[in-house]
């Protein structure tokens, strides 16, 4: 929150489902340490008593309109310096680069899924992240984003769902094992699953 000390701010760390998981109330404690996930909310609450709320109700606040008609007319707008110069969705031949590149993507994309079989061992290497092992357990298109996915089952809860996503079920399994990757990061063989020794002493 602008202009809110943060000594008056109370914090509180809300689930992907909007439900409470507890107070950020520790100001010692790193983010870490608390369980956040992908998604979570933070609510900021201020405390201070400087926040009259005259600012959150957007129907009460003056604003300036203008029809497209008459922005497209105006020669001292962002859209016309963007049309001069030729930036972003007015640079042809840049958008057109893009969206054979996005195709191109889509193509490799494809192929790649159509070598990968539901009940493959595989690993997951995504830039940035260490390499996972696991079975795959869908290949296709899915709701929550375009595009080609592999869903996996991680040997590990090194995941982020359960095999659904925004209320859909795409496989089955445990909290923490599932997760939905692009099929370039995912590479199908002989990967057994690794003995931890937990039944021996």
């Not at 998604?39 to 201020?46: G, S, Y």
């Not at 604003?63 to 016309?80: C, G, H, M, P």
């Not at 996503?165 to 002989?190: A, H, I, M, Q, W």
Request: some cysteine; aromatic content about 10%; glycine content about 8%.
């Amino acid at each position: 929150i602008v202009g809110t000390p943060a000594a008056f701010m109370d914090l509180e760390l809300f689930s992907t489902s909007d439900k409470l998981l507890q107070k950020l109330d520790n100001n010692e404690a790193l983010l870490g340490s608390y369980p956040v996930d992908d998604d979570c909310r933070i609510h900021v609450t201020d405390c201070s008593g400087t926040q009259s709320g005259e600012f959150t109700d957007l129907s009460k606040v003056e604003k300036f309109e203008i029809s497209d008609e008459a922005y497209e007319k105006r020669a001292d707008s962002i859209r016309n310096f963007k049309k001069n110069m030729k930036l972003g969705r007015f640079n042809e031949e840049n958008r057109a680069k893009q969206e054979e590149a996005l195709a191109k993507k889509e193509e490799e994309e494809k192929v790649a899924a159509e070598d990968i079989a539901v009940g493959n061992r595989c690993k997951v290497q995504v830039p940035g992240q260490p390499t996972k092992i696991g079975t795959v357990m869908f290949v296709g298109t899915a709701d929550f984003k375009p595009g080609y996915w592999v869903g996996v089952k991680y040997d590990e809860p090194l995941g982020k769902n359960d095999g659904s996503v925004n209320g859909k079920r795409y496989f089955e399994c445990e909290p923490k094992y599932g997760v939905f990757v692009k099929p370039l990061s995912v590479t199908v063989g002989d990967f057994p699953e690794e003995d931890y020794g937990l039944d021996e002493m």
